[in-house]
């Protein structure tokens, strides 16, 4: 085994992520039906990042991966919330 | 003598490094949607109503397993064995078709109904819903263009593993382009909540 390549991940996990993605759209789809208020659209980006979490830690391989691509996707998260921050407060405070 | 270079990880990470530019284009149409729903709240639940949550769900659910599919290929040909690889493969295309034949009966009835870019009929009912529709179409449709890249490009490396150039050794190209298909589902995966399921 050379050591830019991972051990196969057994059918067994991909196949209980999937479920458990499955369960997660259910409840996406049957908590939107329910009036909650403004509070509606933060359960569902809620569940959407436990899903992408699922995705991509286990399809994508994250988890297998070195160091590197963790900081990698943690920086990217970051620009992303300055991203979303600094436009949020210039259209908010106008 | 000579003596290949290569390096699986570098590349992994290079198509790590293109998804976070792909995660950052999406990023903008999807603040432009925060933006729009904090300026139209109540248009956006009524336009959000509009739209067919069962097409939404049903892609959901083959864009999911689609996801699964390719994941399995990845394993399979880890593992050696070839013929599985090539028939999860052959799946994940068949579900790419699916979601995108589902999209076209979608699209169709929509636009049937006069909802489309630049229509009177939208025009009619106002900015709010406008814009949301605008949004939709450009989001749905750059992402109904990523599942079409993908696909293709799913097709092209398992005809290569069939011909043997992609093989239990040397499958890197296999995992880029299932890492490009996952983002693919990551992006419907914000996409439905906020499209169909605002109330």
């Known amino acids: ?94 | 003598m000579s003596i290949e270079h290569r390096d699986d990880t570098g590349s992994r990470f290079g198509m790590w490094l293109f998804l976070y530019t792909e995660v950052i284009l999406f990023s903008g149409l999807f603040i432009l949607y925060a933006m729009a729903l904090t300026k139209y709240p109540t248009q956006f639940a009524k336009a959000s109503h509009m739209l067919n949550i069962y097409f939404g769900t049903i892609n959901t659910l083959v864009l999911l397993t689609s996801s699964l599919t390719i994941a399995l290929a990845v394993s399979a040909i880890q593992m050696g064995r070839i013929k599985q690889t090539l028939t999860l493969c052959w799946v994940t295309i068949a579900l790419a078709i699916v979601f995108l034949i589902n999209k076209y009966f979608e699209w169709s009835a929509e636009i049937g109904h006069g909802i489309y870019p630049g229509s009177e009929h939208l025009a009619e009912m106002g900015p709010g819903i406008t814009t949301f529709f605008n949004l939709y179409y450009f989001t749905a449709g750059l992402h109904g263009l990523h599942v079409l890249i993908g696909g293709t490009l799913i097709g092209v490396v398992a005809v290569m593993t069939a011909k043997g150039q992609v093989t239990s050794d040397r499958y890197t190209l296999l995992e880029n382009s299932a890492l490009y298909w996952h983002l693919v589902d990551l992006v419907w995966i914000f996409l439905f909540p906020l499209y169909y399921l605002i109330l």
């Not at chain 1, 499955?22 to 990042?49: D, E, K, M, Q, Y």
Request: a positive charge; charged letters at 10%; one cysteine or more.
């Open chain 1, 1 to 94: 085994m050379s050591e830019h390549q991972h051990e196969p991940v057994p059918y067994r996990t991909f196949i209980l992520i999937w479920a458990a993605l499955l369960v997660l759209t259910v409840i996406t789809v049957a908590i939107s039906r329910v009036h909650l208020g403004p509070l509606n659209i933060w359960v569902a980006l809620g569940v959407a990042s436990i899903k992408s979490s699922l995705v991509i830690f286990f399809f994508m391989h994250l988890r297998q991966e070195s160091k590197l691509f963790k900081i990698c996707l943690l920086i990217m998260l970051v620009i992303l919330a300055i991203f979303i921050g600094m436009t949020f407060l210039d259209v908010l405070y106008r």
